[in-house]
């Protein structure tokens, strides 16, 4: 019973990280139009890099997660802390490594 | 049958011209997700045409054939597309590079040459045939190849253009298109991410990688690149910058340049006669495109995430603002008709574009687009640097 309740936090906590329906048609509208701005509406780059499953592939999701909150000094790529949260920076970089999904 | 003669010269004229059209007053609208092209007519504020699967436009301009025939749209995945404003059809359509950001039409019409990001470099094309004309590699250091941006056309049949990653400008001369002259200015600024050309004279890049402005005047380009509004802005004062400013539509008014601010939500206004700052406007958001009216009276500025859903107006008059906008969600780009009496908005999340009458700043029409991202009216076939 106990090991159930366990199992029901993780998977309730797992639910909760996933962005609202709502929240997910913005952050997926922000993917193609202002991440799309620089990165290509394909996402094969532009001004930055692109961010295909190959490119990404090796990179950790924390390393990613800090890039786009923080950006990256010296070059284009902002800080977007002060519009996405970490949890959703993580799910982002989800759809990123399985476009399909 | 002689009499009849007459007759039938009289019918057969008649069927052609209920077929004319003139293209002075049409122009180029661009779905950026669908990667369509819509043919519109800014006299009569109606969509004519949509030429449809024109690739990556998610970044795209537009430049006209001096005949105002044909449009040359240039997208993002390199694909450089020729559309036949009479016939509302694709005329040719080609795949030069994998990726692109620009192009530009020399001074006599008959070459087009475009900006490429991967590989990085410059590619003229004949723009009758796009048959490939010359291929400038971006080459710099040791073998690199850097983005090439803000790449203009400039008289005497010749292009000019910076590297972003190499911190240069090179003047490109295609008198003899088989021959092409290259002069190379080197450490003219880091990161270079757009430029303008004002007057057919003063090729100017605005810098991302450090404060200020690159200037060279192609009247005396002996005199090398120079460095304008030096140590302006200090880095640690730079706020985010969510979309790079775009230079094309760079305002001069009299003596005055309208010049949006990088990292800065400001406008500022340099004068050209000693290359000095003589004012900065504080705008609402980061300016992206900064455009006179024809006349040069306004000075309208859309702005980048988050602040795209409104539009300034400056006096070029009392330099200051005149008046803030909220034309809708996303105004991603701006087209003053020819002589200014109304100006377009693409206004991408609305999915549709408004038209405003520029003295009373009323919207006058609407017309459905889907995504719309740029629109390039066919006026700018004979204008310098567009």
């Not at chain 2, 001096?66 to 995945?77: H, L, M, N, T, V």
């Not at chain 2, 019409?109 to 094309?125: C, D, Q, R, T, W």
């Not at chain 2, 087209?335 to 109304?342: A, C, H, K, N, S």
């Amino acid at each position: 019973m106990e090991k159930l309740l366990l199992l029901m936090l993780f998977s309730s906590a797992g639910f909760a990280s996933e962005p609202s329906a709502e929240r997910q048609n913005t952050l997926r509208n922000m993917l193609t139009n202002d991440c799309g701005a620089c990165h290509g509406l394909t996402l094969k780059g532009g001004m930055g890099p692109a961010l295909l499953p190959d490119t990404l592939a090796g990179k950790p999701d924390e390393f990613l997660a800090a890039t786009i909150l923080d950006g990256r000094k010296g070059t284009a790529m902002p800080p977007w802390r002060q519009f996405i949260s970490h949890e959703e920076a993580l799910w982002l970089i989800g759809i990123l490594r399985k476009p399909e999904s | 049958m002689t009499r009849l003669l007459p007759l039938l010269c009289f019918i057969l004229s008649f069927n052609v011209l209920a077929e004319l059209r003139a293209t002075g007053d049409l122009g180029i609208v661009i779905e950026r997700e669908k990667g369509n092209a819509l043919i519109v007519n800014t006299t009569k504020h109606t969509q004519l045409a949509k030429i449809e699967k024109l690739g990556d436009l998610s970044h795209a301009s537009v430049v006209f054939s001096r005949d105002e025939r044909y449009a040359f749209i240039f997208g993002r995945d390199g694909g450089l597309s020729k559309i036949d404003l009479l016939q509302d059809k694709l005329n040719k359509r080609i795949i030069q590079a994998g990726n692109s950001i620009g192009g530009a039409i020399s001074q006599d019409g008959k070459l087009i040459a475009v900006s490429n990001y991967e590989p990085g470099g410059v590619k003229v094309f004949s723009s009758d045939t796009l048959e490939l004309v010359a291929d400038i590699p971006a080459v710099y250091g040791e073998g690199k190849r850097s983005k090439v941006v803000g790449l203009v056309d400039a008289p005497g049949q010749r292009f000019v253009f910076s590297l972003f990653d190499a911190g240069e400008i090179w003047l490109l001369d295609l008198k003899n298109p088989k021959t092409p002259a290259i002069k190379k200015f080197l450490n003219t600024g880091k990161q270079p991410y757009d430029a303008v050309i004002a007057e057919g004279r003063y090729y100017i890049a605005g810098l991302f990688g450090e404060s200020g402005l690159a200037l060279l005047d192609l009247w005396n380009p002996e005199a090398g690149v120079k460095r304008v509004l030096p140590d302006y802005v200090k880095d640690d004062e730079k706020l985010p910058v969510y979309k790079m400013p775009h230079l094309e539509g760079w305002a001069v008014a009299g003596d005055y340049l309208f010049v949006p601010a990088i990292g800065k939500h400001e406008v500022w206004i340099i004068d050209k006669r000693q290359w000095k700052l003589i004012k900065t406007i504080p705008v609402l958001g980061q300016p992206v495109f900064v455009m006179a009216r024809p006349d040069a009276r306004q000075i309208w500025v859309n702005f980048a995430f988050p602040d795209n859903n409104q539009v300034q107006i400056i006096d070029a008059n009392e330099l200051s603002l005149a008046k803030t906008l909220a034309p809708g969600k996303a105004v991603l780009h701006m087209e003053f008709t020819p002589r200014g009496e109304q100006v377009w908005l693409a206004i991408r999340d609305d999915n549709r574009l408004a038209v405003y009458d520029t003295e009373t700043l009323e919207e006058i029409a609407r017309l459905p687009a889907d995504k719309p991202n740029g629109i390039f009216f066919s006026a700018r076939a004979h204008k310098t640097g567009l």
